[in-house]
Structure formats: C-alpha cells, structure tokens
C-alpha cells in the first residue's frame, strides 16, 4: 500500500521529473521537471520547465499551502492571473504523487514524479499498480502515459 499521508512543502524541495501523468497538457511537450524552493513564509516557489518545438519553457507560481499536503499554485509574471489547486497524494523518497483539479484552461489529472527522468522500471511499475489504491488517484491510472524525457 502507498502511505497517502500528505508532504509537507520542505519535503518537495528539489527537482521533480514527470515521468507518468494523466495530464493531456503533457502529451505535446517534452522533458516535464518541476522545481520547489520553500519560502520562509511557508509558502513554495514552483517552477515548471519542459520543451516544446524544441525550444525551452518555463512557467513560474508560488504555491500558498491551505491545508495538509494541499496548495493554491498562482502564476508569476504573465500567468499571475492564473490560480489552481492542487495536492500531494503520496510521497515516499524518490517518487511524489499530486493530483491538479480541473481550471478553465487545464483537465483535472495526475503527475507521478521521481527524482530523475528515468527511474528504475521496476520500482515505477510497482509505485503505478499500487495507484488504484490510493483515494483521488484511482480515476486516472488507466490514463496514464509517459511523457517524452529527450535530455537531462
């Protein structure tokens, strides 16, 4: 079984590689990694980066905690109008799982993500059986793809 106690933001700190999501977002873009920085206020600097057309992106937001192990991401600069809610469903040294609610401009869905972009394959297999097991994972386990992962 797959400990769903919530991390908190210190316990993300790093980088994280997408390396299995249901997120259609994905599907188009390559070399998905997430970076968390904690704040002193308690609150995360979330920087997302991945390539598209082969040319690099980025997508900067803080995310405010609003309870254990959930968060309200808002956008920096050119996204600052743009919020979104998300949680922490599992974490256990080297993999997180977090569910995004649906927005306007995203579905809602999940990121599996391990501390490198090619984790071990039989470790990733026995973290996405356990899935189905875990609350507000399981709807998405049968849409789960793997991003492309060129460099890094």
Partial sequence: MIDPSPA??????GTWYVVR???PFWRRRSDPAIGYTPLPDGRVTDTVTYRRRGRERMVLGVDTPTGPGTWQWRG???TRLLTSRWQVLAHEEPWLVTLFERTPFTAAGVDVCWRVPAPEPDAL????E????VPGAAPYVDRLF????ERR
């Fill in 8 to 13: 908190a933001g210190n316990d993300l700190s």
């Fill in 21 to 23: 999501t249901s997120l």
């Fill in 76 to 78: 920096v600069g050119a």
């Fill in 125 to 128: 297999a026995r973290v996405c």
């Fill in 130 to 133: 356990r899935l189905g097991d």
């Fill in 146 to 149: 793997a991003p492309m992962h």
